[in-house]
């Protein structure tokens, strides 16, 4: 068997609803299953889906505190009032800043923008900062992305005279700030039709609403932000994010065309995740190691040199953040194995001092994807006794609501149910890690430590091909609320399967299934190799893609995750000695059993230091349920590995060793005419001497000495002759006796069986064997 590393969770294959989607669509019956799936059976639901036009775009001035918002901000135009954009050091409060920026700059505002320091100020509005505006004359503030805690903030803004105006996306508290308005789609009373706007969504609903056009200009930036943000792309974002994508495509922004540059983009082929794992990345980056306003900057500028150069910076900040991470991760990795060990911690709150702030959310990710636990990662301050964290959790374990019953320990903080931010004193941190665990043991069952892979579609290797994919891509761009399709091959044969890669630390697999073959990568998957037998039938999960190589096009799995369903036979009997203590020591200790017939086995395999169990003594051998046996050696009687499957129970993996040191079988093994021959030529001769005449005899006879003096043994054991000092000497009148009653004789025959059996049969013949020995067993079981 191989596990998978998930719970694979097969989503219900609702055949009966797809068929009027077929009938009035006329679609492919896999798009017709992901449709349903997604919650999307209807015609007409399914024709909006598919079409992603602008019927998805809707009024901006649906949302709550629209109409006070624009008229605010004409006002402030037309008095030629300094206005300042307030942002975030986010992807998406980044993109937003920059839509507000192109927005006021065409209508020729007296503006400028403002991101606040991760490392100085914090996240959000800060009263410094307002001060500072007003000092400097601005009259009104008008945050992007953030916003919606700052009930303080905007009592001080309100105090100085400085109209404050929150856009946010974000959760809103108990608690609302008493601004000159705010613009959310979460918040309370608010009837928008799409709840799951990000921070940059709600700023191009509010150009769309001030320039009175819909902002087609600043697409690429709604791209960025909002995929970036991981919303949900569904509803509006669905369109925005694909038109966005488009719009990435083409771009005329310097910034955006060296961004695309430097990430290694093809002009015409930007996919989400494209922005997610290159574009995205980057102008994090930015803010998570200094100020984020060379991002701003960089989407901001019209200059093709500027451009470059701030792109070329970004990109060395973001190699730079990729090191930290890595550094900063592998620490917090060995607190938790030290300190918080997972089996005793449903929820791993670790920190470290000076541990940079800006990627601890990466970090956190990290620890998730390691140990899948919910985490907050923690970045300490002593001189000024705070800790800033952020948080990822897992699924069924709602962060934003866990950490919201621990107000009064957490003084600033946000988020969503998968992820929060928050600062609190450094004398509260074991308080929050107890109150954590204590609410996780409530909430979380044992299964949930277990990730869940959601499966779309259960599909066979021949109804994949080219054109098929191109037909799913239809579904594109996938996200969050609307993810890549996940498709599972079930019990396929595998024709080929390889290591690739400059450290072959990825796979290739070749499945095969009717007459058809389709292949598959899977990255850091390559020593799965090592774990799938030649004719084992493995199940795997993936994403379609299509391969284009060398003019050639070809469907392919992005391989996920693999399992096999059955037990597996590996034929270790070629490998060397010297390397075979490696072999083993690389399978599982809780798993491994290892099972040798002869004591001087063990010995000649190096294997004295490990817990070795002897296979002529049934009675305590452990369990083989779900075991990974090792068999180092051949029985000394057959029927003793017989007994052992029968008795010891179906194993999940069995390696053959199969050691011994000498052959009976390629030794000679007489037959009945050469005993004939040699007992007639006793007669003649009445003695023979072993010691003087035995060499001269084999060689004459074209035999060895050893085919010789085994025949002396069986002829002195069945009472034929005598032998003494090497001499033979003919018994007159002998009992009669066959050849099988001599003891010797029958262990010659049996061992050469057992190595015919089990050390020089094919792979073929030997899972042949263990398949029946297993079967006896089940049998057995049943009757029991």
Same mark, same amino acid.
């Given at each position: 068997?191989?596990?998978?590393?998930?719970?694979?969770?097969?989503?219900?294959?609702?055949?009966?609803?797809?068929?009027?989607?077929?009938?009035?669509?006329?679609?492919?019956?896999?798009?017709?299953?992901?449709?349903?799936?997604?919650?999307?059976?209807?015609?007409?639901?399914?024709?909006?889906?598919?079409?992603?036009?602008?019927?998805?775009?809707?009024?901006?001035?649906?949302?709550?505190?629209?109409?006070?918002?624009?008229?605010?901000?004409?006002?402030?135009?037309?008095?030629?009032?300094?206005?300042?954009?307030?942002?975030?050091?986010?992807?998406?409060?980044?993109?937003?800043?920059?839509?507000?920026?192109?927005?006021?700059?065409?209508?020729?505002?007296?503006?400028?923008?403002?991101?606040?320091?991760?490392?100085?100020?914090?996240?959000?509005?800060?009263?410094?900062?307002?001060?500072?505006?007003?000092?400097?004359?601005?009259?009104?503030?008008?945050?992007?992305?953030?916003?919606?805690?700052?009930?303080?903030?905007?009592?001080?803004?309100?105090?100085?005279?400085?109209?404050?105006?929150?856009?946010?996306?974000?959760?809103?508290?108990?608690?609302?700030?008493?601004?000159?308005?705010?613009?959310?789609?979460?918040?309370?009373?608010?009837?928008?039709?799409?709840?799951?706007?990000?921070?940059?969504?709600?700023?191009?609903?509010?150009?769309?609403?001030?320039?009175?056009?819909?902002?087609?200009?600043?697409?690429?930036?709604?791209?960025?932000?909002?995929?970036?943000?991981?919303?949900?792309?569904?509803?509006?974002?669905?369109?925005?994010?694909?038109?966005?994508?488009?719009?990435?495509?083409?771009?005329?922004?310097?910034?955006?065309?060296?961004?695309?540059?430097?990430?290694?983009?093809?002009?015409?082929?930007?996919?989400?995740?494209?922005?997610?794992?290159?574009?995205?990345?980057?102008?994090?980056?930015?803010?998570?190691?200094?100020?984020?306003?060379?991002?701003?900057?960089?989407?901001?500028?019209?200059?093709?040199?500027?451009?470059?150069?701030?792109?070329?910076?970004?990109?060395?900040?973001?190699?730079?953040? =990729? $090191?930290? /991470?890595? &550094? !900063?991760?592998?620490?917090? #990795?060995?607190?938790?194995?030290? *300190?918080? +060990?997972?089996?005793?911690?449903?929820?791993?709150?670790?920190?470290?001092?000076?541990?940079?702030?800006?990627?601890?959310?990466?970090?956190?990710?990290?620890?998730?994807?390691?140990?899948?636990?919910?985490?907050?990662?923690?970045?300490?301050?002593?001189?000024?006794?705070?800790?800033?964290?952020?948080?990822?959790?897992?699924?069924?374990?709602?962060?934003?609501?866990?950490?919201?019953?621990?107000?009064?320990?957490?003084?600033?903080?946000?988020?969503?149910?998968?992820?929060?931010?928050?600062?609190?004193?450094?004398?509260?941190?074991?308080?929050?890690?107890?109150?954590?665990?204590?609410?996780?043991?409530?909430?979380?069952?044992?299964?949930?430590?277990?990730?869940?892979?959601?499966?779309?579609? =259960? $599909?066979? /290797?021949? &109804? !994949?091909?080219?054109?098929? #994919?191109?037909?799913?891509?239809? *579904?594109? +761009?996938?996200?969050?609320?609307?993810?890549?399709?996940?498709?599972?091959?079930?019990?396929?044969?595998?024709?080929?399967?390889?290591?690739?890669?400059?450290?072959?630390?990825?796979?290739?697999?070749?499945?095969?299934?009717?007459?058809?073959?389709?292949?598959?990568?899977?990255?850091?998957?390559?020593?799965?190799?090592?774990?799938?037998?030649?004719?084992?039938?493995?199940?795997?999960?993936?994403?379609?893609?299509?391969?284009?190589?060398?003019?050639?096009?070809?469907?392919?799995?992005?391989?996920?995750?693999?399992?096999?369903?059955?037990?597996?036979?590996?034929?270790?009997?070629?490998?060397?000695?010297?390397?075979?203590?490696?072999?083993?020591?690389?399978?599982?200790?809780?798993?491994?059993?290892?099972?040798?017939?002869? &004591?001087?086995?063990?010995?000649?395999?190096?294997?004295?230091?490990?817990?070795?169990?002897?296979?002529?003594?049934?009675?305590?051998?452990?369990?083989?349920?779900?075991?990974?046996?090792?068999?180092?050696?051949?029985?000394?009687?057959?029927?003793?590995?017989?007994?052992?499957?029968?008795?010891?129970?179906?194993?999940?993996?069995?390696?053959?060793?199969?050691?011994?040191?000498?052959?009976?079988?390629?030794?000679?093994?007489?037959?009945?005419?050469?005993?004939?021959?040699?007992?007639?030529?006793?007669?003649?001769?009445?003695?023979?001497?072993?010691?003087?005449?035995?060499?001269?005899?084999?060689?004459?006879?074209?035999?060895?000495?050893?085919?010789?003096?085994?025949?002396?043994?069986?002829?002195?054991?069945?009472?034929?002759?005598?032998?003494?000092?090497?001499?033979?000497?003919?018994?007159?009148?002998? &009992?009669?006796?066959?050849?099988?009653?001599?003891?010797?004789?029958?262990?010659?025959?049996?061992?050469?069986?057992?190595?015919?059996?089990?050390?020089?049969?094919?792979?073929?013949?030997?899972?042949?064997?263990?398949?029946?020995?297993?079967?006896?067993?089940?049998?057995?079981?049943?009757?029991?």
């Amino acid at each position: 068997m191989l596990e998978s590393k998930a719970r694979w969770n097969v989503a219900e294959q609702l055949d009966e609803r797809i068929r009027p989607l077929l009938e009035h669509l006329h679609i492919e019956p896999i798009v017709a299953k992901l449709l349903v799936i997604r919650g999307i059976d209807t015609v007409e639901e399914a024709k909006t889906f598919l079409q992603v036009d602008e019927s998805l775009l809707h009024d901006p001035y649906e949302l709550d505190g629209m109409e006070q918002v624009v008229a605010r901000v004409r006002q402030a135009i037309k008095a030629e009032e300094k206005i300042l954009i307030y942002g975030d050091y986010d992807a998406d409060g980044v993109s937003s800043t920059s839509v507000m920026v192109y927005t006021l700059r065409e209508l020729g505002a007296q503006f400028d923008y403002y991101i606040p320091n991760r490392f100085t100020e914090g996240y959000g509005p800060n009263e410094n900062a307002l001060r500072w505006a007003k000092e400097e004359g601005y009259q009104l503030v008008i945050t992007v992305d953030t916003g919606i805690a700052a009930v303080h903030e905007a009592e001080v803004a309100k105090e100085i005279g400085l109209d404050f105006i929150v856009t946010d996306h974000h959760e809103p508290p108990p608690v609302l700030p008493d601004a000159v308005a705010i613009i959310n789609p979460k918040k309370p009373g608010c009837s928008y039709p799409c709840k799951h706007l990000a921070g940059v969504g709600v700023a191009f609903k509010l150009a769309h609403a001030l320039l009175e056009r819909v902002p087609y200009d600043l697409l690429d930036l709604v791209a960025i932000g909002t995929i970036a943000d991981l919303v949900p792309l569904t509803d509006e974002n669905r369109w925005l994010a694909k038109e966005g994508l488009k719009a990435i495509e083409t771009t005329t922004k310097p910034g955006i065309q060296a961004l695309k540059k430097v990430c290694g983009f093809h002009e015409d082929n930007v996919q989400a995740e494209h922005v997610g794992f290159g574009i995205g990345p980057r102008i994090n980056a930015a803010g998570r190691l200094d100020s984020a306003k060379p991002a701003v900057e960089l989407l901001i500028t019209d200059q093709v040199e500027t451009g470059q150069q701030l792109a070329e910076q970004i990109d060395l900040l973001n190699k730079e953040r =990729q $090191a930290i /991470v890595s &550094e !900063i991760a592998a620490e917090a #990795i060995n607190l938790v194995k030290e *300190l918080y +060990p997972p089996e005793d911690n449903h929820v791993l709150v670790v920190g470290g001092h000076g541990w940079n702030p800006g990627v601890i959310g990466i970090v956190a990710s990290r620890l998730v994807e390691t140990f899948y636990r919910p985490t907050i990662i923690l970045s300490y301050d002593e001189e000024k006794g705070i800790a800033k964290g952020s948080a990822r959790s897992i699924e069924g374990f709602d962060m934003f609501h866990e950490l919201s019953k621990n107000r009064e320990l957490l003084p600033h903080f946000g988020g969503h149910p998968m992820a929060a931010g928050l600062t609190m004193s450094l004398q509260d941190v074991d308080e929050l890690r107890k109150r954590m665990n204590a609410q996780a043991r409530k909430a979380l069952r044992p299964e949930d430590f277990i990730p869940i892979t959601r499966i779309d579609v =259960q $599909a066979s /290797v021949d &109804e !994949i091909s080219v054109s098929t #994919i191109e037909k799913m891509n239809a *579904l594109a +761009p996938y996200g969050v609320g609307n993810p890549e399709p996940k498709v599972m091959l079930t019990d396929v044969k595998i024709e080929g399967m390889r290591k690739i890669g400059a450290a072959s630390n990825h796979l290739k697999v070749t499945f095969q299934q009717n007459g058809t073959t389709l292949d598959g990568v899977g990255f850091h998957l390559g020593h799965l190799s090592d774990e799938i037998s030649p004719t084992a039938r493995v199940s795997a999960v993936g994403v379609l893609s299509i391969n284009e190589w060398n003019g050639h096009v070809k469907p392919q799995l992005m391989i996920e995750d693999l399992a096999v369903n059955e037990w597996q036979l590996f034929d270790w009997r070629s490998a060397r000695v010297d390397i075979l203590s490696e072999r083993i020591i690389g399978l599982p200790e809780e798993k491994r059993l290892l099972i040798a017939f002869r &004591e001087q086995t063990v010995q000649a395999l190096g294997l004295a230091s490990f817990n070795v169990f002897d296979g002529n003594d049934l009675a305590n051998i452990p369990s083989m349920e779900n075991r990974y046996v090792v068999l180092l050696d051949p029985p000394v009687e057959s029927n003793q590995l017989s007994a052992l499957f029968v008795e010891g129970g179906c194993p999940s993996r069995i390696y053959s060793i199969f050691y011994q040191e000498e052959d009976s079988y390629f030794s000679t093994n007489p037959t009945r005419e050469h005993f004939r021959w040699f007992y007639g030529f006793l007669m003649k001769q009445k003695q023979f001497n072993l010691h003087t005449h035995g060499k001269r005899l084999a060689y004459t006879r074209g035999w060895t000495e050893e085919t010789i003096s085994f025949m002396a043994k069986v002829f002195f054991e069945l009472g034929f002759v005598t032998i003494k000092d090497g001499v033979i000497t003919l018994v007159e009148a002998p &009992e009669k006796k066959g050849l099988d009653q001599s003891r010797t004789f029958r262990m010659k025959q049996e061992q050469a069986t057992i190595e015919q059996q089990f050390v020089y049969s094919s792979y073929e013949e030997l899972k042949q064997w263990f398949t029946r020995a297993i079967q006896e067993r089940k049998i057995k079981e049943t009757i029991q």
